[in-house]
């Protein structure tokens, strides 16, 4: 894969293609954002979508002291539409979540890698590509996904936060209940432990209230003014990989339950 001859290092970004996925993680375990770029794009979209922000009693005082010590930051985030990304991203700008603007990975599907112009954008907001196993088969994206573990946990070790949507796909089954979360976010964890960091786990539920059907997409209208509501955060994690997938679907429950009930 990293002879496919897509990708020289230094000279072009690597085409985010499966079977390039060598040359992909090599160039994202130490891509920068231009982060005076990326500020301004999250004001922006905040300015566009214009959230509001609760936070569950001390939260907001507890992930305060985590950004103000530069710890690198598990930001777990329930997933409801593609629009999810922008709102997100304008939600962190209007909360306690602005420090660590241009120094967060965001995972997000290879597929949005696709469009040059789309590109530039994830990639300003720090965007990480997935190849998930829905769009290639499991076996396929096997070895893929440990690649994208692995340079998570280096860029948390490198003080870096990493933000994911752990249920891997849009939640089209019931907004106010948080699905099956892999075990993904666990060994991120995991091993960015391992390689000597501390990450603490942020919870941040997101509400785009009442939705008569959920497996249909709500517009970019509809997604404006969301709920957004932060949980306690946990700067200390259990040990295993699948105790702190448990650990962080309990936690984002209840900050969806925030955002839910301040909608």
Known sequence: MAGSGRYCFGMRHPEVVLDNCDSVYDFYRDHRQNRVQAMGAYALLARRYRPRISYAEGAREGLRELTSQRRPLLIS??????????????????????????????????????????????????????????????????????????????????????????????????PTRVQAVGSGIGHIAFRAMKLGARPALVSLGLSYGPRPDPTVEPTAEEVKSASFHFGVPMPELPARPAEIARVVREQLQLALDGAVAAY
């Open 77 to 174: 985030i329930n997933h409801l539409s593609q629009q999810d990304p922008y709102t997100v991203a304008a939600a962190a700008w209007r909360s306690g979540l602005r420090p660590v603007i241009g120094r967060a990975r965001v995972l997000a599907k290879d597929e949005l890698f696709i469009d040059p112009d789309q590109r530039r954008k994830v990639e300003m907001m720090g965007g990480i590509p997935v190849f998930r196993g829905k769009d290639h088969g499991i076996r396929a994206v096997n070895a893929a996904g440990q690649r994208m573990i692995d340079i998570c946990a280096e860029r948390m070790a490198r003080g870096d936060s990493v933000a994911v949507f752990p249920e891997g796909t849009c939640n089209d089954v019931d």
